[in-house]
């Protein structure tokens, strides 16, 4: 099992910048692919960024491409989402995601473990 702990979402006004982190709770968290996806209410948990296990494939959502950074540290079991420039359609809560096959997967199906979410809101 991998546990996993998001922190860092916040109120902020459009056009700021946010860092989220997720905290992986085991030292296997090297072999996982990790991702951050993102949800409102009434809408289906979208992807948003995915990073293989080694750092070497990222991927991203075409709404956050060029605007947000996914970064990890397998010595320190963390991983990180820089969001620039937000939008208000930015808002929802953020859930960090593992998935056993180490890779950068897109879909919410690729993923085998969640983190509780970290809320983001970003005002116009």
């Known amino acids: 099992q991998v546990q996993l702990a998001e922190s860092g979402g916040g109120l902020v006004q459009a056009g700021d910048s946010l860092r989220l982190s997720c905290g992986a709770s085991r030292r296997l968290f090297s072999n996982n692919g990790m991702g951050w996806f993102r949800q409102v209410p009434g809408k289906d948990r979208e992807f948003v960024a995915g990073i293989s296990w080694n750092g070497g494939i990222t991927n991203y959502s075409d709404s956050v491409k060029g605007r947000f950074t996914i970064s990890r540290d397998n010595g320190r079991n963390m991983v990180w989402l820089q969001m620039e420039n937000l939008k208000p359609e930015d808002t929802g809560v953020y859930y960090c995601?593992?998935?056993?096959?180490?890779?950068?997967?897109?879909?919410?199906?690729?993923?085998?473990?969640w983190g509780q979410g970290t809320q983001v809101t970003v005002n116009s």
């Open positions: 995601a593992a998935n056993r096959r180490a890779t950068a997967s897109t879909t919410v199906s690729g993923y085998q473990y």
